[in-house]
């Protein structure tokens, strides 16, 4: 049963980015699905319904998919195009992890987010990209 399920899974892509997001936009799906049972009679709720199965359906076929060369060009590619989504969300986490140490000035010139450390109080802030200078209160 063992080998069977390991010649099962060889060759096949796995799961990548795309099939772990997919999984996930559909869980946000399904959600909305159940939420919205009532509104529209119910056609809102449906149409959440389907796009959740078909992300479902198309997240195991790239798991399952014997194609790795190709599924793996693609997740590349899906990785490029979500780079700003993604540096976003880690810019959040990093955020509420460090916050409590760290306060985070943005440079007015050219928007870079800089980190400096609390209980300093007012401080000369030097933007590191761009070489402005600005006060903040730490
Ligand atoms: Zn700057």
Do not use: H
Not at 57 to 77: M, Q, T
């Amino acid at each position: 049963m063992k080998q069977r399920l390991i010649n099962f899974f060889s060759g096949r892509n796995g799961t990548d980015s795309i099939s772990k997001s997919a999984l996930w936009v559909s869980i946000l799906f399904l959600i909305v699905s159940i939420a919205t049972t009532r509104v529209l009679d119910g056609i809102l709720s449906t149409v959440f319904w389907v796009f959740a199965l078909i992300l479902i359906v198309y997240s195991y076929w790239r798991i399952l998919s014997r194609n790795v060369y190709k599924r793996r060009a693609e997740n590349d590619r899906f990785i490029a195009a979500t780079s700003g989504i993604r540096s976003f969300f880690s810019g959040i986490k990093i955020r509420t992890v460090q916050g409590r140490q760290y306060k985070f000035f943005k440079c007015p010139l050219c928007k870079t987010v800089l980190r400096v450390p609390r209980g300093k109080g007012k401080v000369q802030i030097t933007c590191k990209k761009c070489g402005n200078r600005f006060s903040g209160k730490t």
